[in-house]
């Protein structure tokens, strides 16, 4: 590499590598970014849940948030519902519960948690905590239609059709922000004597040179798994889901209430996701093969289309396998790898396009501008993002550790606890007699905050033991629970309805 960076390529099309070149280009003009993809490798095409955090990637890229909404088939989501997954009720005898966006009121300042058992425990934590329950059963948007772009009243991100995204990312960062695009298969990796990539051969275009490769090659890893060999950390004996069959339906009425949280219901062998779109659902199965046949998964994903109202005529759902698990390393001499070729867990809490969106700020703010300071770059790069995918990895078990489902072998699998990380294991016993804080996740960009924690742990059942409480504690809580009542009773009437302020949005295209 010469001394300068001046030279980038990110090798893949999918929504990993669009967000990358897109975000590169925006915030580094001065560099030459190329995007290689293969006609040869379809992209994945169904991550359609994000983060809150994506608004901000959004605005960084320079997208506007309107028409957006209008290209993507874009709803809002302000954050998770889980049915079933506690006791395997799947809703009709309470065993629900919903992860929000929105912190609690008072989060940080005040302990909520003793005060919420003491005085309306029988209430779900997140309904007293949070008006955001309310607002989501309620139907409603999660802004006005004068709130300013990406600015919000409740949190949100957004579900939206992965492939109208990754078309809209591309013609953007193409058309706007120079981003030059090469439509070729990459035969060959070309190494100089030290070990750094020196070109990727493609079929057509000859050697494509660079300083730094981005891998956002998908499942099959080119550069980081194949070429550099750098083994996959398994997370099977934690998270074992393995398989998913992902299908779109239409909805039985275009006017059909439009969820704006993505619902995750537990079956005997799995979870099945609904997203729901303007104008379709995405729905898949998403099963562990060690547990469940392929027949028993598309079994479970029908008798879940036909509950919901799925009408009959349906598409053949997609077969779609993976090895849970990420790299050992990210970034190995020029070469960093985002997205799936980096790793890929089950897609509930959907983290995934959420690690893509901080690999890609980290790499844009710290951005090694000669090849002699990346080394150290590399080092903060790799450490910061296995303990990131570590606490995935914790907080995605711990939706299954606390089940007392006993229907099969997959959910008493999940609740022994030498399946636990090592972590949960430390932490459960400590939240007994506490909340989780703070200080269980030291640092500022945590993946998930103790809020996410106390939503999954009050939501699946899980108490502390009792203390008596000061009354001045309770006070401050019950100010704070008084505030969220209040928040919601004027969030409820004063939002516009979810359908509603999307189909204005889509009226007022200009
Ligand atoms: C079942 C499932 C559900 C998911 N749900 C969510 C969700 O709700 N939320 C979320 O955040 N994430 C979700 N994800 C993850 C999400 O889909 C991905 O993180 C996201 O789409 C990024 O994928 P990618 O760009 O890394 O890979 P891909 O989309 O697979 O793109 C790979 C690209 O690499 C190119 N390529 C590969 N090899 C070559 C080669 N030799 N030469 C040239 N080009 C090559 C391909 O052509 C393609 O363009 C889900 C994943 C799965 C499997």
Not at 25 to 54: F, K, N
Not at 171 to 188: Q, R, T, W, Y
Not at 242 to 255: I, M, S
């Given at each position: 590499?010469?001394?300068?960076?001046?030279?980038?390529?990110?090798?893949g099309?999918?929504?990993?590598?669009w967000?990358?070149?897109?975000?590169?280009?925006?915030?580094?003009?001065?560099?030459?970014?190329?995007?290689?993809?293969?006609?040869?490798?379809?992209?994945?095409?169904?991550?359609?849940?994000?983060?809150p955090?994506?608004?901000?990637?959004?605005?960084?890229?320079?997208?506007?948030?309107?028409?957006?909404?209008?290209?993507?088939?874009?709803?809002?989501?302000?954050?998770?519902?889980?049915?079933?997954?506690?006791?395997?009720g799947?809703?009709?005898?309470?065993?629900r519960?919903?992860?929000?966006?929105?912190?609690?009121?008072?989060?940080?300042?005040?302990?909520?948690?003793q005060?919420?058992?003491?005085?309306?425990?029988?209430?779900?934590?997140?309904?007293v905590?949070?008006p955001?329950?309310?607002?989501?059963?309620?139907?409603?948007?999660?802004?006005?239609?004068?709130t300013?772009?990406?600015?919000?009243?409740?949190?949100?991100?957004?579900?939206?059709?992965?492939?109208?995204?990754?078309?809209?990312?591309?013609e953007h960062?193409?058309?706007?922000?120079?981003?030059h695009?090469?439509?070729?298969?990459?035969?060959?990796v070309?190494?100089?004597?030290?070990?750094?990539?020196?070109?990727?051969?493609t079929?057509?275009?000859?050697?494509?040179?660079?300083?730094?490769?981005?891998?956002?090659?998908?499942?099959?890893?080119?550069?980081?798994?194949?070429?550099?060999?750098?083994?996959?950390?398994?997370e099977?004996?934690?998270?074992?889901?393995?398989?998913?069959?992902?299908?779109?339906?239409?909805?039985?009425?275009?006017?059909?209430?439009?969820?704006?949280?993505?619902?995750?219901?537990?079956?005997?062998?799995?979870?099945?996701?609904?997203?729901?779109?303007?104008?379709?659902?995405?729905?898949?199965?998403?099963?562990?093969?060690?547990?469940?046949?392929?027949?028993?998964?598309?079994?479970?994903?029908?008798?879940?289309?036909?509950?919901?109202?799925?009408?009959?005529?349906?598409?053949?759902?997609?077969?779609?396998?993976?090895?849970?698990?990420?790299?050992?390393?990210?970034?190995?001499?020029?070469?960093?790898?985002?997205?799936?070729?980096?790793?890929?867990?089950?897609p509930?809490?959907a983290?995934?396009?959420?690690?893509?969106?901080?690999?890609?700020?980290?790499?844009?703010?710290?951005?090694?501008?000669?090849?002699?300071?990346?080394?150290a770059?590399?080092?903060?790069?790799?450490?910061?993002?296995?303990?990131?995918?570590?606490?995935?990895?914790?907080?995605?078990?711990?939706?299954?550790?606390?089940?007392?489902?006993?229907?099969?072998?997959?959910?008493?699998?999940?609740?022994?606890?030498?399946?636990?990380?090592?972590?949960?294991?430390?932490?459960?016993?400590?939240?007994?007699?506490?909340?989780?804080?703070?200080?269980?996740?030291?640092?500022?960009?945590?993946?998930?905050?103790?809020?996410?924690?106390?939503?999954?742990?009050?939501?699946?059942?899980?108490?502390?033991?009792?203390?008596?409480?000061?009354?001045?504690?309770?006070?401050?809580?019950?100010?704070?629970?008084?505030?969220?009542?209040?928040?919601?009773?004027?969030?409820?009437?004063?939002?516009?309805?979810?359908?509603?302020?999307?189909?204005?949005?889509?009226?007022?295209?200009?």
């Amino acid at each position: 590499m010469n001394d300068r960076l001046r030279e980038v390529v990110v090798l893949g099309g999918g929504s990993a590598g669009w967000l990358v070149a897109g975000l590169l280009a925006a915030e580094h003009p001065d560099l030459r970014i190329t995007l290689i993809e293969s006609t040869d490798v379809p992209t994945i095409g169904v991550g359609e849940g994000t983060w809150p955090s994506m608004r901000d990637t959004l605005r960084r890229i320079g997208l506007s948030e309107p028409e957006f909404i209008r290209r993507c088939q874009v709803s809002f989501k302000q954050g998770s519902r889980f049915d079933g997954w506690a006791r395997g009720g799947a809703g009709s005898d309470g065993d629900r519960y919903y992860h929000p966006f929105m912190l609690p009121v008072g989060y940080g300042d005040v302990d909520l948690v003793q005060p919420w058992l003491a005085t309306q425990g029988q209430r779900p934590f997140a309904d007293v905590v949070s008006p955001s329950v309310q607002v989501c059963e309620a139907g409603r948007a999660p802004k006005q239609v004068q709130t300013p772009d990406f600015a919000a009243v409740a949190n949100y991100a957004y579900h939206f059709d992965a492939g109208l995204f990754g078309q809209m990312l591309r013609e953007h960062a193409v058309a706007k922000l120079g981003v030059h695009h090469v439509i070729d298969h990459v035969e060959a990796v070309l190494s100089f004597e030290n070990g750094d990539i020196a070109a990727l051969r493609t079929r057509e275009h000859g050697e494509i040179k660079a300083d730094l490769f981005i891998d956002c090659s998908g499942l099959t890893s080119r550069l980081i798994g194949q070429h550099f060999g750098v083994p996959l950390k398994s997370e099977r004996e934690a998270l074992f889901n393995d398989a998913a069959l992902p299908v779109q339906v239409p909805y039985a009425t275009p006017d059909a209430p439009l969820a704006s949280v993505t619902v995750a219901t537990a079956w005997a062998k799995g979870w099945i996701w609904d997203i729901g779109l303007p104008s379709r659902r995405g729905v898949g199965c998403v099963y562990s093969r060690d547990h469940a046949s392929d027949d028993e998964a598309h079994a479970a994903l029908t008798a879940y289309l036909d509950a919901t109202g799925a009408p009959a005529e349906r598409p053949t759902p997609r077969s779609i396998r993976f090895d849970p698990g990420y790299r050992e390393q990210f970034w190995v001499r020029n070469c960093v790898a985002i997205g799936l070729a980096s790793g890929f867990i089950e897609p509930l809490e959907a983290s995934a396009l959420a690690l893509v969106e901080l690999s890609a700020q980290r790499l844009c703010d710290e951005l090694p501008m000669t090849r002699a300071s990346m080394e150290a770059v590399a080092r903060r790069f790799n450490d910061d993002f296995s303990y990131r995918w570590a606490r995935v990895i914790d907080f995605l078990k711990l939706h299954y550790a606390l089940s007392q489902r006993d229907d099969s072998d997959y959910w008493r699998a999940h609740r022994d606890p030498a399946t636990w990380p090592e972590r949960l294991r430390e932490l459960l016993p400590q939240w007994q007699m506490r909340a989780p804080a703070r200080h269980d996740f030291g640092r500022i960009d945590e993946v998930f905050p103790s809020a996410s924690y106390q939503y999954v742990l009050y939501g699946m059942g899980f108490r502390p033991d009792a203390e008596s409480l000061p009354a001045a504690k309770l006070q401050a809580a019950q100010a704070c629970f008084d505030e969220a009542a209040r928040q919601a009773r004027r969030f409820v009437p004063g939002l516009p309805g979810h359908r509603s302020l999307l189909d204005h949005i889509h009226k007022t295209e200009t």
